[in-house]
């Protein structure tokens, strides 16, 4: 067993991982994400494993196929849920902060998709974690969370079968299970030290603590005997989430009154916002957001939208666009899913002979046709809501 002077230095390790992407010229933390992201130097820095073998069921979707989703931990375990038809769990939460946007989307895929194969989807709304640290007023929270966030996800697709949607703040009406998920964040902070909390994540208040032990508690709380009991776990983030799971899952293996199987994780790259920097809910001319009127899309790429296009027409001919910094183009590799379409819009930019107007308009119609049908689901999704709501 490790010592927990060897974990420290393997989190001090891990903050200077973090010194030396600064070095390289971006920056992936909890808090901060800046740059042009080295996705292999992040799987080297951070210690996660790249895909062996992929599920069958898993092999088209668009997230998998095009490596949007990049690394794992132990995904393996889920790979075998899947493939067996065994139950698992999947777990993720949202902040409630401002408008749920096409970044959230993609996580949001990911829920309906694990669902769709059997997976008891959890989803913690960090209503605790917002008031400790952006937002004091709890039913302002909640109603973003509703409107913005859950809406939305039945929109996409979520279902209230095999879905347990919670805020922080009240984990539950039956008292058992709430009084099950806060003894266990308790818990946590015993066998948690200041020093990881400080390697991990710098200088923290007492109150951003707290919240990383219940984020922990959201994370293995489902496998408390009050809800599913032990069972595989998979949590897809972001990988400036890593901490908050690196942590959760060393923490969770030195509790002995529990026998809980250790968490499984994918981490996806970032959707890159409208100005090619990270897309930001705070933001609004780096997003869009999922409630936006269709008719505004158009408006919105022209004005905002990054290209990688040649300053003039006869530049652009000659010497051809860059593809893999164009937002236009990198939101078509999520919205198109005709690989040999999408194969030839690349070409074609590159070589010159699409320009960056026709390749706007692309990406135009595509993102205003998906948010005419969303529109009408989330109308009727509003209907829906209360069917979530029982927990």
Same mark, same amino acid.
């Given at each position: =067993?490790?010592?927990?002077?060897?974990? *420290?230095?393997?989190?001090?390790?891990?903050?200077?991982?973090?010194? %030396?992407?600064?070095?390289?010229?971006?920056?992936?933390?909890?808090?901060? +994400?800046? /740059?042009?992201?080295?996705?292999?130097?992040?799987?080297?820095?951070?210690?996660?494993?790249?895909?062996?073998?992929?599920?069958?069921?898993?092999? #088209?979707?668009?997230?998998?196929?095009?490596?949007?989703?990049?690394?794992?931990?132990?995904?393996?375990?889920?790979?075998?849920?899947?493939?067996?038809?065994?139950?698992?769990? =999947?777990?993720? /939460?949202?902040?409630?902060?401002?408008?749920?946007?096409?970044?959230?989307?993609?996580?949001?895929?990911?829920?309906?998709?694990?669902?769709?194969?059997?997976?008891? +989807?959890?989803?913690? +709304?960090?209503?605790?974690?917002?008031?400790?640290?952006?937002?004091?007023?709890?039913?302002?929270?909640?109603?973003?969370?509703? #409107?913005?966030?859950?809406?939305?996800?039945?929109?996409?697709?979520?279902?209230?079968?095999?879905?347990?949607?919670?805020?922080?703040?009240?984990?539950?009406?039956?008292?058992?299970?709430?009084?099950?998920?806060?003894?266990?964040?308790?818990?946590?902070?015993?066998?948690?030290?200041?020093?990881?909390?400080?390697?991990?994540?710098?200088?923290?208040?007492? !109150?951003?603590?707290?919240?990383?032990?219940?984020?922990?508690?959201?994370?293995?709380?489902?496998?408390?005997?009050?809800?599913?009991?032990?069972?595989?776990?998979?949590?897809?983030? /972001?990988?400036?989430? #890593?901490?908050?799971?690196?942590?959760?899952?060393?923490?969770?293996?030195?509790?002995?009154?529990?026998?809980?199987?250790?968490?499984?994780?994918?981490?996806?790259?970032?959707?890159?916002?409208?100005?090619?920097?990270?897309?930001?809910?705070?933001?609004?001319?780096?997003?869009?957001?999922?409630?936006?009127?269709?008719?505004?899309?158009?408006?919105?790429?022209?004005?905002?939208?990054? %290209?990688?296009?040649?300053?003039?027409?006869?530049?652009?001919?000659?010497?051809? !666009?860059?593809?893999?910094?164009?937002?236009?183009?990198?939101?078509?590799?999520?919205?198109?899913?005709?690989?040999?379409? *999408?194969?030839?819009?690349?070409?074609?930019?590159?070589?010159?002979?699409?320009?960056?107007?026709?390749?706007?308009?692309?990406?135009?119609?595509?993102?205003?046709?998906?948010?005419? +049908?969303?529109?009408?689901?989330?109308?009727?999704?509003?209907?829906?809501?209360?069917?979530?709501?029982?927990?």
């Amino acid at each position: =067993m490790m010592s927990n002077k060897t974990k *420290l230095h393997k989190y001090i390790k891990n903050y200077s991982n973090i010194i %030396s992407m600064v070095k390289d010229g971006f920056v992936v933390t909890p808090w901060e +994400v800046q /740059g042009n992201i080295d996705y292999s130097k992040l799987i080297k820095e951070f210690g996660l494993e790249e895909f062996k073998k992929i599920p069958k069921a898993l092999q #088209d979707n668009v997230l998998f196929k095009r490596k949007y989703i990049f690394a794992n931990r132990d995904f393996s375990r889920i790979s075998d849920c899947i493939e067996k038809k065994k139950p698992f769990v =999947m777990m993720t /939460g949202l902040m409630p902060s401002g408008n749920m946007h096409f970044g959230h989307k993609l996580l949001a895929d990911q829920m309906i998709l694990y669902q769709n194969l059997g997976a008891k +989807v959890y989803i913690a +709304v960090a209503d605790t974690e917002a008031y400790n640290s952006r937002n004091t007023n709890i039913e302002e929270l909640r109603k973003i969370a509703i #409107d913005q966030y859950l809406i939305n996800y039945i929109a996409l697709g979520l279902k209230p079968k095999n879905c347990d949607f919670y805020f922080q703040s009240s984990r539950s009406k039956d008292g058992k299970k709430a009084s099950a998920y806060y003894t266990l964040a308790n818990r946590l902070a015993r066998h948690a030290t200041f020093n990881e909390f400080r390697a991990v994540y710098g200088e923290i208040s007492p !109150g951003k603590m707290a919240s990383s032990l219940l984020q922990a508690s959201d994370m293995l709380h489902p496998q408390l005997n009050e809800f599913e009991g032990p069972i595989p776990t998979i949590i897809p983030v /972001g990988s400036d989430q #890593d901490p908050h799971i690196r942590l959760a899952r060393d923490i969770s293996q030195r509790i002995k009154t529990n026998n809980f199987i250790q968490i499984s994780s994918t981490y996806h790259r970032f959707l890159p916002g409208l100005n090619g920097g990270k897309m930001s809910s705070s933001d609004p001319t780096s997003h869009i957001a999922l409630s936006e009127d269709p008719e505004n899309i158009k408006k919105i790429i022209n004005k905002y939208a990054f %290209s990688g296009g040649q300053p003039t027409l006869e530049e652009h001919r000659k010497k051809g !666009g860059n593809p893999d910094i164009d937002v236009s183009y990198q939101y078509l590799t999520y919205m198109e899913e005709d690989d040999k379409k *999408l194969a030839k819009i690349y070409n074609d930019y590159k070589s010159g002979a699409l320009l960056s107007g026709e390749l706007k308009a692309l990406a135009i119609e595509k993102i205003s046709s998906f948010l005419k +049908v969303h529109s009408k689901e989330r109308e009727k999704a509003k209907k829906q809501v209360d069917k979530f709501l029982k927990n």
